[in-house]
């Protein structure tokens, strides 16, 4: 298949791209700088110049390949507008591949949340699943990571227009020797700058993970005999207490693991930006996705992979 992808040359897609040519399709990456060109050839792809703003080039893209995977996010709109710009922005590239692959039953796989179904502590009850549809969005929750439940919405009600839509939850921590902005990193920079791990509350709440690896995997199976209109789960370790995820970082900096109070002040204190999120519940099984398509995780788990040398160079090992 020739497959267009967006988002090529950052954490999920750099990997994507590999997977999908060493089954032997060709790929073509977007591409908006002469740098994200050069990283995408070295990757094995052909370059596309474009960004997201052009929505008639990304038709085009769209309806000239055999398949679509869009991981692409318009980041730069955060420190303006937050979530809610860029899921306002994202929105009409779904619906632009959407005329441009309409009728024509072939493959959109778009990156989403393994939060947006919600989670075990507030309306689930139990694991996430692929079955759970994302949560719809009011205007209460603008501001929120909900926000961008609108786009997975968006790109599954596109199987009704005859579009082999679907969407890959990726879990809260991708992890691999290239990860150098996800959740991980930035919890062991936190750690490194308090001067120890910090969890929230007795730390049970749960954490899924999966290797960037294993993510790309599910990406490429989803486009080559995923059916339309469904979610994915890219999981590997379905629930890992987050007290266990920092006192695994301790460990390897040498640094105690300490519970922070649930409270509205010392959470923020310790986690910045994470606080919102660092609470919440989200263990979540991958069975469908392995059942239907036929995967099955192969690289390392979360902890094992804290010691792949890139999270812990050996100065930062711990102090023995």
Do not use: C
């Amino acid at each position: 298949m020739h497959v267009f992808v967006t988002g090529g040359t950052g954490h999920s897609g750099s990997h994507i791209i590999p997977e999908l040519i060493a089954a032997g399709h060709e790929v073509t990456g977007l591409a908006r700088s002469d740098t994200a060109a050069a990283a995408l050839s070295e990757l094995g792809a052909k370059t596309r110049r474009g960004d997201l703003e052009d929505l008639d080039g990304l038709k085009e893209a769209a309806a000239g390949s055999d398949g679509v995977i869009h991981v692409a996010h318009r980041q730069d709109l955060l420190p303006s507008g937050g979530i809610d710009a860029v899921a306002a922005a994202e929105l009409p590239i779904m619906l632009a591949y959407g005329e441009a692959l309409a009728g024509t039953g072939k493959p959109l796989v778009v990156a989403g949340s393994i939060g947006s179904p919600g989670n075990a502590g507030r309306n689930l009850g139990r694991p996430a699943t692929e079955d759970d549809p994302a949560l719809p969005v009011g205007d209460e929750h603008k501001g929120t990571l909900r926000a961008r439940n609108v786009v997975e919405t968006a790109v599954i009600g596109l199987a009704e227009q005859g579009v082999r839509s679907s969407v890959v939850r990726i879990a809260n921590i991708a992890h691999s020797t290239t990860d150098r902005a996800g959740f991980l990193p930035t919890l062991i920079a936190l750690a490194k700058e308090k001067g120890f791990a910090g969890y929230p509350g007795d730390g049970t709440n749960q954490w899924n993970a999966v290797h960037a690896r294993d993510a790309a995997a599910v990406f490429r199976l989803a486009l080559e005999k995923g059916p339309a209109g469904k979610y994915w789960h890219a999981v590997g370790d379905e629930g890992i207490p987050v007290r266990e995820i920092a006192e695994a970082i301790g460990s390897r900096l040498g640094l105690p693991a300490v519970s922070v109070p649930l409270d509205e002040l010392m959470l923020p204190g310790y986690f910045g930006f994470l606080a919102n999120v660092v609470t919440q519940n989200y263990p979540a099984s991958n069975l469908i996705t392995r059942r239907t398509l036929g995967w099955e995780p192969a690289q390392p788990g979360l902890l094992a992979d804290m010691d792949n040398g890139h999270y812990f160079p050996s100065a930062d090992g711990p102090v023995i």
